[in-house]
């Protein structure tokens, strides 16, 4: 989804791996920074050591006004980069589910896209607290923070905003029938809802990160 926003704006980017032990770029080169998902809780530098330099490298963005998106485990990595903990949220979320905007997320550049009730697309166990001086924009009705906004150019959001029909249908191949009916759903459920509601899931995603990169643009 955001490779084709990202054509579509006709704005260069690049990709930045981090597992594979690649330098990250240094923050005067970059105008925006989108930070995706992963398996692992954000803390588990040890396994993981490239967690620690992201963390550091998020927190200069944001210090220094850089447009940042955070993605499920890139709104986690803002939310500790804050100071605050990620933990697990003792439940599993799956699947299409609601999402409901706060009153502040009507004058969001991002998150206005939202209406509430709308589908959203989850895979996650972690959350956190709302950091001190950010905006809460969008809650749910099982895990409560989806989605803020901390000062004026950070953005954390918890469910998928950013997956595809394709991407869903690879992410269930992956992880295979067994695992998703450990995350209590099943792969069958998750079909039918995607054929229910990811258009309009593509749809808005679309809008969003076409008002990431206008964002982008204009800092620049």
Known sequence: MAPRTLEAADLPWREHLAYLGADLPPLEEISG???????MNVDRIDEHPF??????????????????????????????????PVYP??????GFHPVHP?????????????????????????????????????????????????????????????VDRDEIDLWLKIAGEDVVREWGSTTERIEEEADRFVQEHERRAAELFGRFWELVRKEA
């Open 51 to 84: 967690l620690g330099d992201e963390r550091a490298y998020v927190r200069a963005a944001v210090d220094s006004g850089v447009p940042y998106l955070g993605i499920c485990l890139g709104a986690q990595m803002l939310a500790r980069a804050l100071d605050h």
């Open 33 to 39: 920074i989108v930070l995706f998902g992963g398996v």
């Open 102 to 162: 706060e009153p502040a997320a009507a004058e969001d550049p991002l998150l206005s896209v939202f209406r509430d009730g709308d589908r959203v697309f989850h895979w996650h166990q972690d959350t956190f607290e709302l950091p001190g001086g950010a905006t809460l924009l969008a809650t749910g009705d099982t895990i409560r923070i989806q989605a803020f906004r901390y000062r004026t150019a950070a953005w954390g959001v918890q469910f998928h905003v950013e």
């Open 89 to 94: 949220a003792g439940v599993r979320e799956i």
